[in-house]
């Protein structure tokens, strides 16, 4: 039996040629035997029903497609690399929300298994070579998880009841589901807020209750989202209106100078060697959070509002020691 790969680039190979292909260069492209080729070829006219023909002048293999036709694969056909970037991408999403992504991913995941299996690959080795470390992670109910998704989807409103951590709380609201967004390991909400009438972001793992409510949902362009939802740093962010500088030593720079903390972000390098960096903010939680764990390797330069944040932090942690 002809292995999937070398089926897969001879159909490559004969699909984009305007001319006859040679055995000699079948041979080379494959880096295979003669007799390969000639079992590969036989294979995909017999089983695959490959119109490949035989010219003699100039020599060669061609597809003999009928006016007005291309010939394809049957079936599902993908080269090696991109089968084992599929089993990374299932694996990840096994990963981050396996009770609801698995029932939807695994007739396909059991295709590429019977892929690489006639390849002589194996999946199952090759997912092990695969390691995924979550930190912080909060595990979510998966039926709450899956209306979520489907009233996306419909675009269809939702009444939720949200956990306020913060007071303690339990909120109930209708809401226009917008997208869905993994940040640090966590499932957030974008959506409308019908009973505020602005945007919200709400953390998934704290809607306790859906109810779908069989209305439309209120639809926005993707600039009007991407305008509130990703100009100021942090999952809630809101539209921003402050500008963190910070300014880190030639010794942490060498970390974060590689690193994108938004994607409005400037920098530049200093006469002394420190790395400064600028982010656009609304609320200053977050970025707070992520400032003090670089402890005396960075500066808050401005604005004087997050210089006294920060450092009012430091004092009443070192209160604690």
Not at 239 to 244: G, L, P
């Amino acid at each position: 039996m002809a292995s999937q790969h070398h089926v897969q680039a001879v159909d490559r190979i004969l699909s984009t040629s305007r001319y006859p292909v040679s055995r000699a260069k079948l041979m080379e492209a494959l880096e295979c035997s003669d007799s390969t080729i000639g079992r590969v070829i036989s294979h995909m006219k017999h089983t695959q029903g490959a119109p490949i023909e035989y010219k003699r002048q100039p020599a060669g293999y061609y597809y003999n497609n009928k006016k007005g036709e291309k010939f394809e694969l049957p079936g599902l056909w993908f080269n090696e690399s991109e089968l084992y970037a599929l089993l990374v991408s299932q694996k990840l999403l096994l990963d981050i929300q396996p009770g609801f992504f698995s029932t939807h991913i695994q007739p396909l995941l059991g295709k590429i298994k019977s892929i690489l299996e006639a390849s002589q690959h194996h999946s199952d080795e090759f997912a092990a070579k695969v390691k995924i470390l979550h930190q912080a992670h909060r595990k979510i109910d998966n039926s709450i998880f899956q209306k979520i998704a489907t009233g996306l989807m419909k675009n269809e409103q939702l009444n939720i009841d949200f956990y306020k951590r913060e007071t303690g709380i339990t909120d109930n609201r209708n809401v226009s589901p917008l997208r869905l967004v993994y940040y640090r390991d966590n499932w957030y909400l974008d959506a409308w807020c019908q009973t505020r009438n602005e945007f919200r972001t709400f953390s998934v793992v704290n809607i306790k209750k859906v109810t779908e409510l069989k209305q439309k949902s209120k639809s926005f362009d993707e600039a009007a989202l991407e305008s509130y939802f990703s100009s100021a740093y942090g999952i809630f962010s809101g539209k921003a209106i402050n500008t963190a500088v910070l300014h880190f030593t030639p010794y942490r720079a060498r970390w974060v100078a590689d690193e994108n903390w938004h994607p409005q972000q400037k920098s530049q390098w200093l006469a002394n060697g420190d790395y400064e960096l600028q982010i656009p903010y609304s609320k200053s939680q977050e970025l707070i959070m992520d400032i003090l764990k670089y402890g005396a390797d960075v500066t808050v330069v401005s604005p004087s509002s997050l210089v006294q944040a920060v450092k009012a932090q430091l004092i009443n942690s070192l209160k604690n020691y």
